[in-house]
């Protein structure tokens, strides 16, 4: 996956919004809370990509090669996928859907309303 792919995937989910800080980093929010990354941390200059998960997916996550606890966010159950190879591209549009329900679901009652989303 490249960035482009990343930030148009991002996009199509429910009321998301997106910064670049962080050293070029593409940060989405959903209700001005992240779900999702791609930046350059860490080693090597390509792409990596991190997202917010379960406690069980965190758990198995990081236990697969390629994959990582997040710079700054592994306290927060975050991965980050450094290869390709760690895992498919549908795979990880499936973990970062999953983050964007996660991050979406700890907003307020009143803010999932107010930007469309189901309870």
């Known amino acids: 996956m490249t960035r482009d792919e990343f930030d148009a995937y991002c996009k199509s ?3 998301t919004t997106n910064v670049v800080q962080w050293g070029n980093a593409s940060v989405w929010k959903v209700g001005g809370k992240i779900f999702a990354i ?6 090597g200059s390509h792409e ?3 997202f917010k ?4 997916s965190y758990s198995l996550l ?3 090669d390629g994959v990582i606890p997040a710079p700054y966010l592994a306290r ?3 991965v980050q996928r450094e290869a390709d190879t760690s895992m498919s591209d549908d795979d990880l549009k499936a973990y970062i ?3 964007h329900k996660i991050i979406a679901a700890k907003l ?8 469309g989303l189901a309870d």
């Open 13 to 15: 989910l429910p009321a």
């Open 38 to 43: 791609c930046s350059g941390w860490g080693e």
């Open 48 to 50: 990596k990509f991190s």
């Open 53 to 56: 998960c379960s406690d069980l």
């Open 62 to 64: 990081i236990q697969q």
């Open 76 to 78: 927060a159950k975050w």
């Open 97 to 99: 859907e999953a983050a």
């Open 108 to 115: 307020t009652k009143k803010l999932r309303k107010d930007l």
